[in-house]
């Protein structure tokens, strides 16, 4: 835990506690979306540990939906890059708190915002992480 001096006091102004209460309320959003993804994909594991047959005889749309599943695999994979990536960027922000003097609450802010932002997208992208995960969970038990 970081200890911090009572000689050296700051209060935000109403502006910067706005920003830091949308970040708040950016980060349990994104939260909530994660947990849900997370609870859709150990379902999904679930099914796929049980291996039920495709509802479908014909050995061809048996291939397409196999195929379909993995598009949308990959598709899971490059959102897990983009937040990646995204991640590394907000880290800008931060890195000149540090590199930097006389600006601190200003280039902390301006990272809160940023990642703020980040958040905000995370949440449409586990958003759609989880449709994506149902979509799949539904091909593996054969429902189209």
């Not at 309320?25 to 947990?35: K, T």
Request: hydrophobic letters at 55%; aromatic letters at 10%; a negative charge.
């Amino acid at each position: 835990m970081v200890s911090i001096s009572r000689d050296c006091e700051y209060e935000f102004s109403t502006e910067q506690n706005a920003i830091i209460q949308k970040l708040v309320s950016a980060m349990i959003r994104s939260g909530a979306a994660l947990v849900a993804m997370g609870l859709v994909f150990a379902a999904y594991q679930v099914l796929h540990y049980c291996e039920p047959e495709l509802a479908a005889d014909d050995a061809s749309l048996a291939t397409q939906l196999h195929l379909v599943d993995y598009a949308l695999w990959v598709l899971l994979g490059l959102n897990g890059v983009v937040l990646g990536a995204l991640v590394f960027r907000a880290t800008r922000g931060f890195a000149l708190v540090v590199r930097t003097e006389g600006q601190d609450v200003e280039h902390l802010l301006s990272a809160l915002g940023s990642l703020r932002a980040i958040f905000n997208l995370a949440f449409w992208v586990l958003l759609g992480s989880t449709i994506v995960l149902v979509l799949s969970s539904a091909l593996l038990v054969g429902v189209f």
